[in-house]
C-alpha cells in the first residue's frame, strides 16, 4: 500500500512562511495528483491547493497569490509553500495522494496524519 508523511507544521507570526512537505511511500508505480486540505476548528475541511502530474495547479481563493504547491517527481514529495500568512491560514493541514500502484493504471488515494499550523502574534 501507500503511506503518507505530512510535515513542517509550527507556529509562527502573521506574515511570516512557512513550507510544508508530503512525503508518499510504498507501492508507488507514478503520482496522478497531490491535494492539500486544510480543516480549522469547528469549520468544514477545505481544498487548498493541488498539483497534477502534468503540473498543473489549482487554489483556493483565499490563498491564491500567497501559497506555492510544487511537488517533486523524483523523491515522491509535494510542497506547500505559504507566504504571508494570517492567523485564518490555522488549521491542520493534510496531504491527499492520488497514485498509481502498478503500470496498468490502478490507483488510490492516500492520507497523511496532518500537520498543525498556527499562526499568531
Known amino acids: 500500500q501507500v503511506q503518507v508523511v505530512e510535515s513542517g507544521g509550527g507556529l509562527v507570526q502573521p506574515g511570516e512562511s512557512l513550507t510544508l512537505s508530503c512525503a508518499a511511500s510504498?507501492?508507488?508505480?507514478?503520482?496522478?495528483?497531490t491535494t492539500w486540505y486544510r480543516q480549522a476548528p469547528g469549520k468544514q475541511r477545505e481544498m487548498v491547493a493541488l498539483?497534477?502530474?502534468?503540473?498543473?495547479?489549482t487554489y483556493a481563493e483565499p490563498v491564491k497569490g500567497r501559497f506555492t504547491v510544487s511537488r517533486n517527481f523524483a523523491k515522491n514529495t509535494a510542497s506547500l509553500q505559504m507566504n504571508e500568512l494570517t492567523p485564518d491560514d490555522s488549521a491542520v493541514y493534510f496531504c491527499?495522494?492520488?497514485?498509481?500502484?502498478?503500470?496498468?493504471?490502478?490507483?488510490?488515494?492516500?492520507w497523511g496524519q496532518g500537520t498543525q499550523v498556527t499562526v499568531s502574534s
Open positions: 491527499n495522494v492520488d497514485v498509481a500502484i502498478s503500470p496498468r493504471g490502478t490507483h488510490l488515494e492516500a
Open positions: 498539483i497534477t502530474d502534468a503540473d498543473a495547479t
Open positions: 510504498g507501492q508507488i508505480f507514478s503520482i496522478y495528483k
